[in-house]
């Protein structure tokens, strides 16, 4: 038989005739295998181009990211961050017509219930802590900032969870937020303490308590509250640790109190509001009624309520307004207060008071002599006016009605939880109340293994860069402005470099195990027997007790602050506050988030918002108020050199390019300047590298911006809303159409929208540009004094009324 021979492999082989056939029988089988392969490889192929071009073509959607733009962040909270800020542009708007629009036109919340992308970000801040605490510790957790949905919305919208976080062990502060989800207890003994807690104070509710000579006065129960209890329900006092002495030769040290908002204010009129719209506060009173009244109660009528709820209303309503009528700070010794803020409560009386209530706080002892700073002096009237319109017993009752709506939910998981605004699930509401307890009782010690997490060393020298370049640069303007005097020019450096910045808590607050030694002081959630209220009231008693004894153990007095921590729903307005006595810029931490920072977001979507944002607070150290206090906390009428005054007031009174809709927009206009060359200085650094080769020079264009445009949309994007104001609009147009490297930056046309012919300007230039309103004001005395204890002048400043309209 004729054999074949072929080679496979690398070897000869020798076929048989039979084996040749079934060979050629079968020869088309693996050419049609061959072919199939080809094909399914060319569509691999093809599909991998797809898959390519669709990535490139979204990446181009957001900017580029990565080597095909300037920008080249690949975090997934980064680039969530652009696909939001993407999906905020509204591009049918021509930006030099209606930046506004064009900047917030298509903007949509995170969250479904804010309104405002401040509010936004507040909620999304408090959604992230409350998804790292109820993570399981046994994975990695993804920030809602990614996008992902979540359990509870701060306000109250549910969601999926995604489980895991950090693997680590949970604090006593963090066990004590899940022993309040647990809804345990014996609520008829919660009911009694509650009661019992109440008439220790004289207070009662719903029965009206008899008055008596021994009674508590209502000055006396608000303080107690806010300095035992951490419950401002009228306003809130922190205390200064001594300060140096103020006048020379002097061993007396003088100390600060600070008195700010409470409790009751805008957001618990927004609640009570709602519920009177939504006609259930009747249907709410009877609840807490039908829990708490004994049969001794005498049954409360339609006329009752309606009684209850106009004495609230008034009550939340003068200190709403005081807390909406812009930052108006007045600082004065403690013995002037009755003739400047309370004519109604003398000196003695806060004095007495408080030297009572501060007893068992590491022997703090006020005189008349400490200082006061009314960071809103109209708060203060307004409590003086309420205790001055209202009975006492008026006013008790309503403490005690304040107190049920606050800790009932504590008693009795069947009664409704602290006043909001909107409809709420019950365990959204407990949720967010167990929240609420666990931030007053245990402040920062709650939130450290989350500031630990999300807010590690890489970011916080990033903001600190962030900030601090705004700093320089602000003082590198007045260095370098030509208008400026030399007198003026130094006294606002000296002062800049004298800002005393807050913002992030001490390193030993960012180590765990530090946090458990302070977390000692607390009791043990769900120990045996210990009911719900018990255990919070108990709590609030481990913190008091802790900043009483922190001075005579390792600490000192300011590690105090730790425990003030604010709610989230009530920091909107102070994000970023410059306080003007002090000379101090207290940043949030909330405020660290996207739209205001998003890490390896780039300079100019950080310097765009975070550092506007910022400096637009530090203006304020040289706005028509900050000009009457230099660094040191000396107050005068005016540290604003003569041979530049005139310009001074020429350039902070200008009203052109649409200003004349608002009072006055300084801060606006030298935040955009400050922050616009700051984010130049970053950018010259850059730019020498490149000269160098030491960088590869980037594309122009992110989502279709230039680096510079992105900058001006960055810097608008804290006022978008859904339905916005005039005020949200102009926070973001009047500062950019009074600056001429926005109009330069969009190509604007002379005379449009954005690019008036007459503008108004503070750094920039030699001398003034033609401004609607000329100033007349003349210019004030020079006479120097001290803020602090040897002079008993106070010093009242107006309100920048911008501040209440910019950020």
Known sequence: MQRKTTRRGPHLETLSSEEERRERAGGLGPLASSFLGVVLTLSAITVGLSVLRYRRNNRDALGGVGRGSWNTCQSQLCLAHFRRLRDSLNRSTAPCEDFYRFACGSWQPRVSAAQTALRDLLDVAQLDVIRYLEAPATSPMSSHDQGGTATIFPNGRAGAL?????????????????????????????????????????????????????????????????????????????????????????????????IGHGIVSSGWKKALDAAVSRREYKSRVRRFYDALRTNNFVPISDKDVEELRRDESAIAGALSDAANGGQSEMAFPLKQIHKLATPHLTTGQWLTLLNWHLRKLNGIRLTDADSVLATNVRLLQAVDNLLGVLSADTVLYQLGWCLVQLLGWMADPALPGRPVAMTQSPAETRRADCFWATQRAFGLAFLSGYVVVNYPASVRSAVDGILMTVTQTAIDLFVKSPWIDRESRAAAVEKLRRVNVTLWPPEAYLNGSAVDQVLKHFPEPGGDGVTMLRYWLGAFE??????????????????????????????????????????????????????????????????????????????????????????????????????????????????????????????????????????????????????????????????????????????????????????????????????????????????????????????????????????????????????????????????????????
């Open 162 to 258: 995604q489980t895991g976080r950090p693997g680590q062990e949970r604090n006593r502060a963090e066990r004590a937020y899940h022993f309040c989800l647990q809804r345990g207890g014996d609520a008829a003994a919660d009911v009694v303490m509650l009661r019992e807690f109440l008439a220790n104070r004289s207070l009662s509710w719903p029965e009206r308590a008899t008055s008596a000579p021994a009674a508590h006065q209502p000055l006396d129960v608000l303080l107690d509250l806010e300095l035992n209890w951490n419950l401002g329900l009228w306003f809130s006092i922190r205390i200064s640790p001594p300060s140096a002495p103020a006048a020379p030769g002097s061993k007396v040290a003088r100390r600060l109190l600070r």
């Open 542 to 807: 481990g913190r008091r007790s802790l900043m009483g004894t922190k001075n005579r153990q390792t600490g000192t007095e300011e590690d105090a602050f730790l425990f003030y921590s604010e709610d989230t729903q009530s920091q909107q307005r102070a994000l970023f506050r410059y306080h003007y006595f002090p000379n101090m810029l207290a940043v949030s931490l909330h405020g660290l988030r996207s739209p205001l920072f998003v890490e390896g977001g780039g300079r100019a979507v950080n310097m765009g918002a975070l550092g506007a944002q910022y400096a637009a607070a530090l203006s304020r150290a040289f706005d028509p108020r900050g000009v009457l206090l230099d660094g040191r906390g000396l107050t005068s009428g005016l540290w604003w050199g003569k041979e530049s005054y005139r310009e001074y007031e020429r350039r902070t009174a200008c009203r052109a390019a649409g200003a004349d809709r608002v009072e006055s927009f300084f801060e606006g206009l030298a935040a955009v300047e400050v922050a616009y060359a700051a984010f130049n200085a970053t950018r010259s650094i850059s730019d020498g590298n490149n000269r160098r080769g030491l960088l590869k020079r980037r594309p122009q264009t992110f989502l279709g911006l230039s680096e510079d445009q992105a900058f001006f949309v960055s810097f608008c994007q804290a006022s978008c809303a859904r339905e916005p104001t005039d005020r949200q609009r102009l926070a973001c147009t009047l500062p950019l159409k009074n600056f001429r490297a926005f109009a330069a930056a969009f190509t604007c046309p002379v005379a449009s929208a954005m690019n008036p012919a007459t503008r108004c300007r503070f750094f920039e230039g030699t001398g003034p540009e033609p401004v609607a309103v000329p100033a007349t004001s003349v210019r004030p005395s020079t006479t120097r004094r001290r803020f602090r204890a040897d002079s008993d002048d106070p010093l009242s400043l107006q309100p920048t009324p911008f501040g209440r309209h910019m950020f």
